[in-house]
């Protein structure tokens, strides 16, 4: 997709100067900023919400996961065809429709009446989301400088991390004021005038789309594959339990392995398919794959687990819980700045795996805590052990991707980053679901405490898999970045 303007020679275009780039860049990294924040909020703060919004409008435990999973899962599968459709209908046109889609389906989520209403909307808000954000970064790339772009990135870092720190303690406070008499709703509504906003500077400031490509396609096929499949796994390993495990559930979870072998299938078959058929081929890409999965299945599973065990077994306010996950927050800030600005470039792999174990150590301070403590244990009881856990993780996400990709060639690095974004988020929904499940398997017979301790287990059992796949990964990150 070339939109103008795209590269010094756009030299005939007004808004476009040869030293120094795009004229509104920097609106254009505004309105990605406000973008990214918008998801990185929706898609944690819900952790928190979920009792509240389960004491307002009922539903089973199940609803606590599929409020995570339906947004992480479309999400996933609509990341995978984006980018495309970026190429096809222009990337300018498909931030707009995604910002647009995203705030009225924030909207909607805050006027849900019914848990299955939510849940439809959480599900159209993950679509819409994944509609705008790939767009976004290729968007300030093309605006930028290929010598000013390093520069351009620096704020994501800290912008992100403050973000991830302030959002608990946002939707706690929301949640506990009861504004206007709303509750969790609030959570939702706040996006609606930040995506006002953004979506006036986005029509504003976003460079033009230009001529299209004109061999861009959409693999329809591959696409409807991949999503059913993906909801075939899905769905049983959330309501299985709750439903009794009838037999039709294991149909479902058999059929989905089906579904993906036909995806795998057509994919070769494609003209234009939805993966780069190349990366399946590439063992060390494949393992990355694997360590990324187990990594962010036993992360997201676990940071599930944790607000509900805060909440329901230590009898924390929305708000409490927010100021108890602090640390956990603070200390990924810190890891990953660590890891970024120095650490991650020096050790690559190494850093990986240093980050399981320091995360691992943070697992079982908790595992003892808790069993010391029982549900007597305090919000400061909890912070070191959050703490030394958020580090650990922190220095995983900075080189992670840059790690993987060092195992791809130049051509193959945009779907292979793309492709990346999809499996994280796509194994959060998992992790929501395998953990989720677990947690309220044990429960009944085990009592809070207990079940959270065996879940701390399952934690560090799914980094123990990514320990030991880490090993086949390159052992440099990938130079300059990659995303």
Request: net charge neutral; hydrophobic share 55%.
């Amino acid at each position: 997709m070339a939109y103008a303007p795209t590269s010094p020679e756009s030299t005939t275009d007004p808004l476009w100067a040869e030293d120094t780039g795009y004229r509104w860049r920097w609106a254009v990294l505004a309105v990605v900023l406000i973008a990214d924040v918008m998801d990185l909020l929706d898609a944690t703060i819900a952790n928190l919400a979920g009792p509240s919004i389960r004491g307002d409008i009922g539903g089973g435990e199940s609803t606590l996961q599929w409020i995570l999973a339906a947004y992480t899962l479309t999400f996933a599968v609509g990341l995978v065809t984006a980018a495309r459709l970026g190429d096809i209908v222009g990337r300018r046109r498909m931030f707009l429709i995604g910002m647009a889609g995203f705030t009225l389906a924030s909207l909607a989520c805050g006027l849900a009446p019914s848990a299955g209403f939510l849940i439809g909307a959480r599900a159209v808000q993950g679509l819409f989301g994944a509609a705008m954000i790939p767009q976004g970064f290729a968007m300030v790339k093309a605006s930028f400088l290929e010598k000013d772009l390093q520069r351009a990135f620096i704020p994501f870092g800290p912008i992100m991390g403050l973000a991830a720190v302030v959002g608990p303690i946002l939707a706690g406070f929301l949640i506990d004021a009861d504004l206007f008499g709303h509750g969790w709703r609030m959570i939702f509504w706040v996006n609606v005038p930040v995506g006002i906003v953004g979506l006036y500077i986005a029509a504003r400031y976003l460079p033009r789309d230009g001529s299209h490509e004109p061999d861009a396609r959409l693999d329809t096929l591959g696409a409807l594959l991949l999503t059913v499949a993906s909801v075939l796994l899905i769905y049983p390993l959330v309501q299985g339990r709750e439903q009794g495990w009838p037999w039709w559930m294991f149909a479902m979870l058999a059929l989905s392995v089906v579904t993906f072998a036909v995806f795998a299938i057509s994919e070769r078959r494609s003209q234009h398919p939805v993966i780069e058929p190349t990366l399946f081929r590439n063992p060390r890409f494949l393992s990355g794959i694997v360590f990324l999965g187990a990594f962010f299945i036993a992360m997201t599973g676990f940071n599930l687990t944790s607000n509900l065990f805060i909440q329901y077994g230590m009898h924390y306010t929305p708000m409490e819980t927010g100021l108890t996950m602090i640390p956990l927050a603070l200390g990924i800030s810190v890891g990953a700045a660590l890891s970024g600005a120095w650490l991650g470039p020096k050790f690559g792999r190494l850093m990986l795996h240093a980050g399981l174990g320091i995360s691992a150590v943070g697992l079982l301070l908790m595992w003892w805590s808790v069993g010391h403590w029982d549900l007597a244990i305090t919000g400061w009881d909890l912070a070191p052990s959050f703490a030394v856990m958020g580090i650990g993780m922190g220095l995983i996400f900075a080189p992670l991707f840059d790690v993987i990709l060092a195992a791809l060639s130049d051509r193959e690095v945009g779907s292979g980053s793309g492709l990346l974004n999809a499996v994280q988020q796509f194994s959060g929904a998992l992790g929501v679901a395998i953990l989720g499940s677990a947690f309220f398997h044990w429960l009944p017979a085990q009592g809070y405490a207990t079940a959270i301790r065996w879940l701390i287990i399952a934690t560090i059992a799914g980094f123990a898999v990514a320990f030991a796949i880490g090993f086949t990964l390159p052992r440099k990150a990938r130079e300059g970045g990659a995303h």
